[in-house]
């Protein structure tokens, strides 16, 4: 799930359809086998890093680049590479190592947010150099695409999800798999949060640090988890802030994004209102209505982009769950969504979407080196993401199962949300047709003994729900102190003063608060500004 990205998710009333879910999808695992003898991995882990200045026209001038180069298949390290981007801000001092940044996701590429964002962690640079990277399959690091009509918004039609005509899903769903993995090329079985993490610690390596300091944020704070599950040894000062499910299936965590979007949707709805600038109108209850219409009309008809493309409802719902990560947000999405009711401009709407809604570029071949900037697919991120996560996840219901079973599994989503319901199962359903994922995150990251690390709830997230905090750190063990930040929004190191001075703290201090203190919420509601009614 995303972090609070540079244009930028409490179960309340769906308990019982989060339990259907799982019954639906969550199939009893294996148990996981011992793992075999490791292949000598030394060469990549003598690697030096050549840093240089980065290139592009929009990148800060003291913002530094470099890669490293790991296996295309650690069990198999013959058999391929591929390299992964790097970026840092130089320690302002003498440093006393680094830490590193993962921005969410999954599919957030690392350096075009820390370059936009860099000045939110410019304190850390008191300590440490500031690095972050580009995952395998995201940004620069071999892009996985999935080509024109091939992303999450565009793929399953509202006649492909039609439950009276299953077949004609399972057969949508299948040829979006299959192109997926044709414009992905080779790294796309070989991508996941397993991978990224011993690619995480081969980057430690190469950065000259005997123990990852490290910062993530949503989906990072999987790969956090993860790392420490297979390098407890290697854990320095770990934050992981809006903390991921470790057990929850996708289907699962669906629901839950669907509810905790819902509510996010409610609030500025809520706001929204009470300002005679709302497109929706004064009455409360008539502006929920009038947005489930406006979705609604656009599937059926969607309206041109200024880039040739077309504006789905699907493709608003996406932008409307990104512009709701931040409350600071809100005066920007009622400007975006008045141009889009009153005048049927898609731009300022299309300015929240993740990943860019545009015309595909041509296919990327990659060969296992960066590729340019400009050559990411514009689809990389919703591509990323559904990868990662299917890659992630052991649950593939059958044909069959599905077939039976949609009925209750449409039903389950629309009651935790109206408006997001059917984008978050499409998001699930995109799984079936690829090769089944890991059970390492649900059989293994658990009792992890390493040093302490620090995870930041946030009361009022929409993406990952506090009690995800809670379950994840009883997971984890001893390890884990919990900070509980009072606040809204998804993650609390850029929206709350106290979690961000605690953190800072930890990291360049060790200072450690101790598990179950709290952060109180900062400051009220965001205003309306004044060109808001225009």
């Known amino acids: 799930m995303l ?28 148990t996981a086998a011992a793992d075999p003898p490791q292949p000598d991995l030394s060469r990549f882990y003598r690697q030096k890093l050549t840093w240089a200045a980065c290139e ?48 969410g996701g999954p599919g957030g590429a690392g350096i075009p947010e820390l370059a936009a964002e860099g000045n939110q962690f410019m304190d850390l640079t008191k300590g440490y150099d500031v690095v972050t990277f580009d995952p395998r399959g995201v940004g620069r690091s071999s892009p996985v695409s999935c080509g024109e009509g091939g992303d999450v918004a565009s793929a399953v039609t509202e006649e492909d999800t039609d439950i009276s005509r299953p077949q004609a899903l399972l057969k949508r769903l299948r040829q979006a798999a299959d192109q997926c993995a044709r414009f992905s090329g080779r790294v796309l079985p070989h991508i996941g949060t397993v991978n990224a993490s011993r690619d995480l610690d081969v980057i430690r390596q190469a950065l000259g640090d005997d123990r990852l300091n490290y910062l993530g944020f949503s989906y990072g704070t999987r ?193 935790a949300s109206p408006v997001f319901g059917r984008y978050r199962l499409t998001q699930l359903l995109m799984c079936y047709g690829r090769p089944r994922g890991t059970d390492f ?22 993406a990952t729900p506090y009690r995800w905090t809670v379950e994840t750190a009883h997971r984890l063990g001893s390890s884990a102190v919990v900070l509980d930040n009072k606040g809204d929004g998804h993650t609390g190191y850029s929206s709350s003063t106290c979690v961000n001075r605690k953190v800072n703290d930890f990291l360049l201090y060790g200072s450690l608060p101790a598990s179950g203190s709290s952060c109180p919420a900062d400051a009220t509601p965001p205003s309306v500004p004044p060109d808001s009614a225009g």
């Open 223 to 415: 790969l956090g988890a993860v790392y420490a599950a297979q390098f407890p040894g290697k854990v320095g000062r770990v934050v992981l802030d809006g903390v991921d499910t470790l057990t929850e299936s996708l289907a699962e965590q669906g629901v839950a994004g669907a509810e905790g979007q819902q509510t996010a949707l409610d609030d500025f709805l809520d706001w929204c209102a009470t300002d005679l600038g709302c497109p929706f109108g004064r009455d409360r209850r008539a502006a929920g209505d009038e947005v489930i219409r406006l979705v609604r009309s656009l599937d059926e008809n969607p309206v041109p982009t200024g880039r040739g493309g077309s504006f789905s409802g699907q493709d608003l719902v996406g932008a409307i769950g990104q512009a709701l990560y931040s409350r600071e947000l809100w005066p920007s999405l009622e400007r975006a969504l008045a141009s889009l009711v009153e005048d049927g401009d898609t731009r300022r709407v299309e300015a929240f979407a993740a990943g860019g809604i545009g015309l595909p570029r041509e296919r990327y071949r990659s060969d296992g080196g960066l590729a340019e900037a400009q050559d990411v697919p514009a689809d990389n991120l919703p591509a990323a993401l559904m990868a990662i996560n299917c890659a992630d996840d052991p649950d593939r219901p059958t044909a069959a199962r599905l077939t039976r079973d949609l009925k209750d599994l449409r039903a389950a989503y629309d009651e």
């Open 56 to 103: 592009g026209p929009d990148l800060p001038k003291d913002l530094q680049c470099a890669k490293v180069t790991v296996p295309l298949d650690y069990a198999r390290p013959r058999a391929g590479t591929l390299d992964v981007a790097l970026a840092r801000y130089r320690a302002s001092g003498t440093p006393r190592g680094s830490v590193l940044l993962n921005f």
């Open 441 to 462: 995150i649900r059989d293994r990251v658990k009792n992890v003994h390493s040093a302490k690390m620090l995870l930041v709830g946030t009361r009022g997230d929409p």
């Open 3 to 30: 972090a609070k990205l540079s244009t930028r998710q409490a179960v309340r009333r769906c308990a019982g359809a989060s339990a259907l879910a799982l019954a639906l999808l969550g199939a009893g695992l294996p």
